[in-house]
């Protein structure tokens, strides 16, 4: 078993829907969960992470977290094209005095105008 | 933030060659990663590059495939050695920042 599970889609909506993006994982010693979004060619870059179990919120992403079930999720409300890249899951806990990141393997979603 | 840039952005060689890859970062970080993001797979660490220490290498990567030099603490450099199509890949470096990591864009290897 993978210590993290990402559904790799492709997922494809209409503009303006929610959009619902998730991951499990196993090892409970994961401290941070965050979200990356890689669009084609380039590198993954930070959307949002947290900490504890509940709900954070940046404009149109939420992210949730729920420890007891070992699962999170990003929330994209209104999508719109340009939110069209993968999104990649990770976790991290401290190993060494850093902190060391494990990756999903990135769900594709594409935004239909 | 950090502000990350990788050299080559992309290439393709042929097999049994060597490609270096550069890393500058634009403030100084003790500790740099090397990353490999294969089609369809999670990006799987390489190796932490400390700068005045030897490279340490995650299960599978030896030093002889993929030396890395860390000369000072904005540079950092990752060869890709004797390739085989099967190191067709993007190559990504990153640095710590807190909880997190911040990459830089990849650099996109073909190997025919």
């Known amino acids: 078993q993978k210590e993290v599970e990402q559904d790799p889609g492709p997922l494809s909506v209409p503009e303006g829907a929610i959009v619902s993006l998730n991951c499990t994982y196993s090892n409970s010693a994961f401290q941070y969960f965050m979200w990356y979004r890689q669009y084609s060619r380039k590198g993954p870059e930070l959307l949002m992470y947290?900490?504890?179990?509940g709900n954070k919120e940046d404009g149109r992403f939420t992210a949730q977290v729920d420890k007891s079930s070992k699962y999170i999720s990003l929330f994209i409300r209104d999508s719109q094209p340009s939110d069209s890249a993968t999104y990649l899951c990770?976790?991290?806990?401290?190993?060494?005095?850093?902190?060391?990141?494990?990756f999903g393997t990135g769900t594709k979603l594409q935004v239909i105008p | 933030s950090a502000v990350i840039s990788q050299k080559p952005s992309r290439d393709i060689c042929q097999r049994g060659t060597s490609l270096t890859i550069q890393c500058q970062v634009d403030s100084q970080v003790t500790m740099m990663f090397w990353y490999r993001q294969q089609p369809g797979q999670s990006l799987t660490l390489i190796a932490t590059a400390n700068q005045g220490s030897e490279a340490t290498y995650e299960s599978g990567f030896v030093i002889d495939k993929f030396p890395i030099s860390r000369p000072n603490l904005t540079f950092s450099t990752l060869t890709v050695s004797n390739m085989s199509p099967e190191d067709s890949s993007i190559y990504l470096c990153?640095?710590?920042?807190?909880?997190?990591?911040?990459f830089g864009p990849g650099t996109r290897l073909l190997v025919l």
């Open positions: 990770a976790m991290s806990w401290n190993s060494g005095g850093y902190q060391k990141v494990t």
């Open positions: 947290t900490y504890s179990s």
């Open positions: 990153s640095v710590p920042t807190g909880e997190t990591q911040y």
